[in-house]
Every structure is written in C-alpha cells, then in structure tokens.
T-cell receptor, first 118, second 114 residues
Framework: AQTVTQSQPEMSVQEAETVTLSCTYD???????LFWYKQPPSRQMILVIR??????QNATENRFSVNFQKAAKSFSLKISDSQLGDTAMYFC???????????????FGKGTKLSVKP | EAQVTQNPRYLITVTGKKLTVTCSQN?????MSWYRQDPGLGLRQIYY???????DKGDVPEGYKVSRKEKRNFPLILESPSPNQTSLYFC???FGSGGRQPQHFGDGTRLSIL
C-alpha cells in the first residue's frame, strides 16, 4: 500500500521570502504521479503542481517548483516570493499510473498548514 | 464554465436520518469519486466510478452508498448517518482514472451528524 507523509504540520514564512514544504512517500510502483494541492480557507482543493515519476525534470508553475528525488522518494514544494494569498493548507498526494479504477485513487498526506505573514 | 457542483454545501442532521449529497459535473468526465476529509487524516477515498453503472469501493466505504445512473451525476448516500460520518466531503471527476488528466474537485460539503 502507498503512504504519503508530510512531517511539518505547520509552517510560517514572511511575505516575499521562500519556503519549502516536505513530502515523502512509500511505494513499490515504478511509475506514478505526484501532486501538490492547495486548500485555502474557502476549502476548495486547487491543484498547484504535478510531477510524473518517469520525468526526471522537476516541474515548475510560476512561483511554485518541486524537488523530486525518486530514489529517496521525496517530493518537496518550494514557494518563491511568498504572497499573502499563499496562506493555505497544502496537501501532497500520490496516484498510481494506469487505467484501472483503483488507479484514480489519490493518496493524500495529512497536510501542512502554511501561514504567510506580512 | 467547467465545474463540479456539490449540494448542499452545509448540512446539519441527526443520527439515522437518510441523506443524499449530490454531485454533478459538466465536463463529460468518465471517472468520478468521493473523498472525506478529517483533521489530521488528509483526504481518503470513499467510492469511485469508472463510468455509468460502474462503481467500486475506495479506502473507507463503510456506511456509504453511491450510484451512477447518468454520466454527469454521482450522488453519495448515507442511509443511516452516524456521528462518525461528520466530515468534509469532496466530489472529484476526471477524464480517466490515470494521473494524466487532473482531477477537478467540487467545493466541498460540510456534514454534521448529531
């Protein structure tokens, strides 16, 4: 069974600074996807970034980038130039690659609550 | 606008009173699923559906039922709700079950079972 671990329940960062959120996972699969989701106080689940395990290049989306270390099973999220609107709960998630029904199951970590301070 | 719509957004009810949370998507997605979110546990999948009339259990299916009679709708049914089902529920949909296509989430339904 796959597991996702986020070891930082809460973090804070000053506006305009950079912060890194940690995520590790455990799987015996060789091909899979990893995601970071943002949940602001409005409680929507917003996809921040996605990484395909067979791609060595780290994914980036504007101020968000990941450090994907497949051998170490690590998938951290870096937020540059933090903004007040980045304040949210962040979830790391894993999904197996494939087309069967169970492949659609996102396995989530417990989340990291990020506060951006002015 | 492409969206997943859940209703109601909030519901307070009592133990044993049957309730249904509706979920509808307008993107012609084959795959739909339900998650529950609890503090300190993240989100966990309850049920999923690969297509019309095809449903299966996720990780925490006890106490829930689903149906998929139409492609766009995937209601979650609690036939005899209990307080341990108090939670935040999300419906999600995507074109397929693989991770190539992102899952779109509804805005969530906060259920309180007294």
């Amino acid at each position: 069974a796959q597991t996702v671990t986020q070891s930082q329940p809460e973090m804070s960062v000053q506006e305009a600074e950079t912060v890194t959120l940690s995520c590790t996972y455990d799987t015996s699969e060789s091909n899979y996807y990893l995601f970071w989701y943002k949940q602001p106080p409005s409680r929507q689940m917003i996809l921040v970034i996605r990484q395909e395990a067979y791609k060595q290049q780290n994914a980036t989306e504007n101020r968000f980038s990941v450090n994907f270390q497949k051998a170490a099973k690590s998938f951290s999220l870096k937020i540059s130039d933090s903004q007040l609107g980045d304040t949210a709960m962040y979830f790391c998630a894993f999904m197996k690659h494939g087309y069967g029904g169970s492949q659609g199951n996102l396995i989530f970590g417990k989340g990291t609550k990020l506060s951006v301070k002015p | 606008e492409a969206q997943v719509t859940q209703n109601p957004r909030y519901l307070i009810t009592v133990t044993g009173k049957k309730l249904t949370v509706t979920c509808s998507q307008n993107m012609n997605h084959e795959y739909m699923s339900w998650y529950r979110q609890d503090p300190g546990l993240g989100l966990r999948q309850i049920y999923y559906s690969m297509n019309v009339e095809v449903t299966d259990k996720g990780d925490v299916p006890e106490g829930y039922k689903v149906s998929r009679k139409e492609k766009r709708n995937f209601p979650l049914i609690l036939e005899s709700p209990s307080p341990n089902q108090t939670s935040l529920y999300f419906c999600a949909s995507s074109f397929g079950s693989g991770g190539r296509q992102p899952q779109h989430f509804g805005d969530g339904t906060r259920l309180s079972i007294l």
